[in-house]
């Protein structure tokens, strides 16, 4: 063998171990992503509004968070911590169960946010968040009502 072929022999194997690294942290990207993926599966959880809720029903068991405007009259006291109420974007309302304590500034009129699942026409929530001051109201609620055209900035 000469020194020329020698030398090309050993370029060829530059080459193709420079392939393999690619190909393999190619993989490693891959495979990482989707455990990234798998680990957030459950912690991911989607804003819907009433109107989406209606429209398109979620799949059964997803959970997802919803908000609106707590309707005036809906809520309901039950036995110990239940509660029930209805939130509306003020095109659809969706009826709302929800067993705890509620936030202190939870009330109707407000606008609020449920984490939960639907349970046939009803969500069942296991978190309500209520605004913390009187003009504050969650951007998710903000950009569903503006979407239907009702909103009305306080600063204006």
């Not at 063998?1 to 370029?11: A, I, N, P, V, Y």
């Amino acid at each position: 063998m000469s020194g020329k072929q020698e030398f090309r022999g050993l370029k060829g194997l530059k080459k193709q171990r420079r392939i393999q690294i690619v190909a393999l942290a190619a993989v490693a990207l891959v495979g990482a992503t989707a455990l990234v993926g798998y680990a957030m599966r459950d912690g991911i959880n989607f804003f819907r509004s009433p109107s989406q809720v209606v429209s398109e029903p979620p799949a059964p068991g997803e959970t997802f968070r919803i908000g609106g405007l707590v309707v005036e009259g809906s809520i309901t006291r039950g036995e110990g911590t239940e509660v029930a109420f209805a939130v509306t974007d003020t095109n659809a309302t969706v009826p709302v169960r929800y067993t705890g304590v509620l936030p202190d500034l939870f009330s109707e009129g407000q606008g609020m946010v449920a984490l939960g699942r639907m349970e046939g026409e009803t969500f069942v929530a296991t978190e309500v968040l209520a605004k913390h001051d009187e003009t504050y109201m969650p951007k998710e609620v903000v950009d569903a009502l503006k979407a239907q055209g009702v909103y009305q900035d306080p600063d204006s």
